[in-house]
């Protein structure tokens, strides 16, 4: 197992790359810590299976390296990098029989029949596929098949990380969850380093410690799922995690103070970014309190959706949509309202990116 840092990273698909547009990867420095449970979340196209790639050696990137424990492994082919990859859709030999493929990799290294006996037991008993090892894989379902795919995967206990994109793409629904928390039980028994990459908030929130966030070819937050729902770096991260997302209004600063179309919104702290003139508050659907006449921005009430545990409060104050989520009481469509944004939440952005502070100063 190791530590794995990718430094300066850059990644272009085209030859003769002229802009920042013209990269995949527009510059990546990351670290992923031995034995920690990542998620690496974002929307298709952002650019998370070409970083897999590159830390597989599945591709070469443009500029910049990686290391597995400080050693530079940037030339080394697969092979040569201990990893295992588990993608989209099930990579198994239809031929062989479900053992076969399970044991496949540890016979690729040579191990004993013994210790692959085992260790093929260990893999199918986790992922319920202990009836099916006599069969071939060409019989199986595609969920099946998807299972014993991910048992490829984790089935060498010596890999230096193990990568999963987008693995559960073709598995039913209600399998979903079940092998999500399998993984995340896998990881706290094995303590390998697991990057699983995902467009699902859900399934990255539930699987992971840390969360890497991208956009656009660039990594806009790392953070435990509690931090970014409730800092998000950027009001990228407030819309992408969350349900529904991060209210982002537009704002006017005047001497470190924000105002919404006219009306003061007190902030968490002090502004960060300098100077004064156009920029966005943020404030999450769970920090809105709705009343009938207390304190805040007048609003009207446009529409109240009840999704079991909570309500969403859709209302409009200006010419804004603000979301409220409460519990409980909730008003009518159509109703005047009162919004109050809880303070010790509510943070100004600045061109996308987080511009306040906490009072008392930075965490
Ligand atoms: P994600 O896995 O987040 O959906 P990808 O890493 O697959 O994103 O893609 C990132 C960007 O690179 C996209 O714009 C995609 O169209 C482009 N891309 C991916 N693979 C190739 C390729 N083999 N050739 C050219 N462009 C590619
Ligand atoms: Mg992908």
Redesign the pocket.
Known sequence: MAQIKLSNLRHS??PNPASDADY?LKKIDLTWDDGGAYALL????????????IISGLLVPSEGKILFNDQDVTSLPPAKRNIAQVFQFPVIYDTMTVYDNLAFPLRNRGRDEDTVKRRVAAIAEMLEVSDMLKVRAANLSPDNKQKISMGRGLIREDVNVVMF??PLTVIDPHLKWKLRSKLKELHQRVKATMIY?T?DQTEALTFADQVVV?QD?EVVQIGTPVELFERPAHTFVGHFIGSPGMNVLPCDVQNGAAFFRGEKVALEGPVTAAGDGTAEIGVRPEFVKVSANGAGIAAKVRKVADIGRHKVVEAIAHDMRINAILEGEAPNAGDDVMLDFKQSQTRLYKDGWLASQPEGGAR
Do not use: I, W
Not at 42 to 53: R, V, Y
């Open positions: 698909y085209q995949a974002g929307p298709s196209g952002c650019g998370k299976s070409t970083l897999l790639n994109d987008e990459v467009h991208m070819g």
